[in-house]
């Protein structure tokens, strides 16, 4: 069964810092390109970040310079760290795990920037 479970989401004033995390279970991590997507109220799923198994990133362009990536393989887990935080970045966030045409999702979860 396989499992991606999401944490470190909260509450953070504007220009703070938070660190997500997707631990995965029931699949061979190391090959699967793992990404974070974000939802916000009445908008559709987008793109954050995303890693594939050998390192490379990409960021939207919203995030970029603010946001990073990073995976641990050995820990089955990958990361978000998020930093200059903007009300804007407030969304439900969720971890993707992707290999070729098949897709696993997490629950989700959320991160609101307010003062």
């Known amino acids: 069964q396989v499992q991606l479970v999401e944490s470190g989401g909260g509450l953070v004033q504007p220009g703070g810092s938070l660190r997500l995390s997707c631990a995965a279970s029931?699949?061979?991590?190391?090959?699967?390109?793992m990404g974070w997507y974000r939802q916000a109220p009445g908008k559709q799923r987008e793109l954050v970040a995303a890693i594939t198994s050998s390192g490379s990133t990409n960021y939207a362009d919203s995030v970029n310079g603010r946001f990073t990536i990073s995976r641990e393989n050995a820990k089955n887990t990958a990361y978000l760290q998020m930093n200059s935080l903007k009300p804007e970045d407030t969304a439900v966030y969720y971890c993707?795990?992707?290999?070729?045409?098949?897709?696993?999702w997490g629950q989700g979860t959320q991160v609101t920037v307010s003062s």
């Open positions: 029931g699949i061979t991590f190391s090959i699967y390109i």
């Open positions: 993707n795990a992707r290999l070729m045409a098949v897709g696993y």
